[in-house]
């Protein structure tokens, strides 16, 4: 069964500071698409980050960057320069190219202190 | 930047009866989803509905859920019967394409309290 999980509940960090969201998943799949979601209270969920499992060059959105680690299973999320507004919960999310449904972790809920 | 919004942003019902949560897509996009999270767990997939039909279900949408798009701008979540178990909060995302690497678009969900 494939099943995505992240270990943290929570994490803090202090502002301008860099912290890391860690995630791993199970899979026996070779292609799939990999993603981070960011949800604000109260607010919907927003994607931050995607990879493609066939590349290996990590994706980067501006501050956000990921360490993806294919034959580990992990795909780690890096904040650098962590804002106010960074404050959320960040859900991992697994998926491969034929289904529709998206497969998440629990989240971590994410404090930034100024 | 369009959003996906739904209605009514929380719900309280009487176990048994019927519920209809509300979800209004991006406007270009062609797929539409269903997801639940139950307080304290994780957000699971219940559907996928792509040209007014079912196109991806899971096993936690049986014979009490049933989706809809009424009109072009409307995408329903009905459920029959309300049981206490069906207490969660409810997210609607729309995509403009299917599978791979596309991006599904989140509503901010309908919390649903079944008493």
């Known amino acids: 069964a494939q099943t995505v999980t992240q270990s943290q509940p929570e994490m803090s960090v202090q502002e301008a500071e860099t912290v890391t969201l860690s995630c791993t998943y199970d899979t026996s799949e070779s292609d799939y698409y990999l993603f981070w979601y960011k949800q604000p209270p109260s607010r919907q969920m927003i994607l931050v980050i995607r990879q493609e499992a066939y590349k290996q060059q990590n994706a980067t959105e501006n501050r956000f960057s990921v360490n993806f680690q294919k034959a580990a299973k992990s795909f780690s999320l890096k904040i650098s320069d962590s804002q106010l507004g960074d404050a959320a919960m960040y859900f991992c999310?697994?998926?491969?190219?034929?289904?529709?449904?998206?497969?998440f972790g629990t989240g971590t809920r994410l404090q930034v202190f100024p | 930047e369009p959003e996906v919004t739904q209605t009514p942003s929380h719900q309280v019902t009487q176990m048994g009866q019927e519920v209809i949560l509300r979800c209004v897509p991006i406007s270009n996009h062609l797929y539409f989803y269903w997801y639940r999270q139950i307080l304290g767990q994780k957000v699971e997939f219940l559907v996928s509905f792509y040209n007014n039909e079912i196109s991806e279900k899971s096993e936690i949408f049986d014979d009490q859920f049933s989706v809809e798009r009424p009109d072009g701008s409307n995408f329903t979540l009905k459920i029959r019967s309300t049981k206490l178990e069906d207490s969660a909060m409810y997210f609607c995302?729309?995509?403009?394409?299917?599978?791979?690497?596309?991006?599904?678009?989140f509503g901010p969900g309908t919390r649903l309290t079944v008493l």
């Open positions: 995302a729309s995509s403009l394409l299917a599978g791979g690497a596309d991006t599904q678009y």
């Open positions: 999310a697994y998926r491969t190219p034929n289904t529709d449904k998206l497969i």
